[in-house]
């Protein structure tokens, strides 16, 4: 099967402290992972890829395939940050078609 | 067109009606998604195409939920017999068929049913 699960719903922090949220995957063989943000009455946008080892406005985001986890970091959280975030796997299915998954997202909340 | 668009942005129904939902994947996108987002949730899958044809159908909700797409492009969700728990916003994504390609967003379908 393919699931993504992001295990918290909401994750509060006070502007300026480091950010982590959480992204544990499930995928037999060797999947491709995102990270999409949704700000306020915005579209849903790629935040960014793990294939480029970009970072995207402070984020980064590790691949682990021992513990199957893509999780987003920040050091220093900013009010602008504050977002529905989404971590999302690409994956071949059986059938030869390639299809991609999100998780149920989890909103970040930055205190000033 | 520049990118995923979708119509109506906004419906308002009563219970009980039927409702079509459109989606324009962005031009040449072979793989096309519908999504749920309901008040404060995150997303619900609900159906995938890849091309015109669905292998995975999982996420429809009920037999009252139904979709398709004509042509390899344009998407129609359609829900029949419309009820208060079905008010969501219904998202629409396109990507190529490929792995590191992201998906692109529709803006989405705000349904309210009263």
């Known amino acids: 099967a393919q699931r993504v699960t992001q295990p918290e719903k909401l994750l509060s922090v006070f502007k300026g402290a480091p950010v982590e949220l959480k992204c544990n995957y499930s995928?037999?063989?060797?999947?491709?992972l995102f990270w999409y943000v949704q700000y306020s009455r915005q579209r849903l946008q790629l935040l960014l890829r793990?294939?480029s080892r970009e970072s995207i406005k402070g984020f980064t985001a590790d691949l682990n395939k021992g513990e199957t986890s893509f999780h987003l970091k920040k050091p220093f959280a900013q009010e602008e940050d504050s977002a529905m975030y989404y971590c999302?796997?690409?994956?071949?299915?059986?059938?030869?078609?390639?299809?991609?998954?999100f998780g149920t997202g989890t909103k970040l909340q930055v205190i000033p | 067109g520049a990118g995923v668009s979708q119509s109506p942005s906004n419906k308002v129904t009563e219970k009980g009606k039927d409702v079509e939902l459109r989606c324009d994947p962005i031009?040449?996108?072979?793989?096309l998604y519908w999504y749920r987002q309901s008040l404060g949730q995150g997303l619900e899958f609900l159906i995938y195409?890849?091309?015109?044809?669905?292998?995975?159908k999982s996420g429809l909700p009920s037999d009252r939920f139904s979709a398709e797409r004509t042509g390899g492009s344009v998407s129609t969700l359609t829900i029949q017999r419309t009820q208060q728990e079905d008010s969501a916003v219904y998202l629409c994504?396109?990507?190529?068929?490929?792995?590191?390609?992201?998906?692109?967003f529709g803006q989405g379908t705000r349904l309210t049913v009263v």
């Open positions: 994504a396109s990507s190529l068929d490929s792995l590191y390609t992201e998906a692109f």
């Open positions: 995928y037999s063989g060797s999947p491709e």
């Open positions: 793990h294939i």
């Open positions: 999302a796997l690409s994956g071949l299915r059986s059938g030869g078609y390639q299809k991609v998954t």
């Open positions: 031009s040449g996108h072979t793989a």
């Open positions: 195409f890849q091309g015109n044809s669905a292998p995975d």
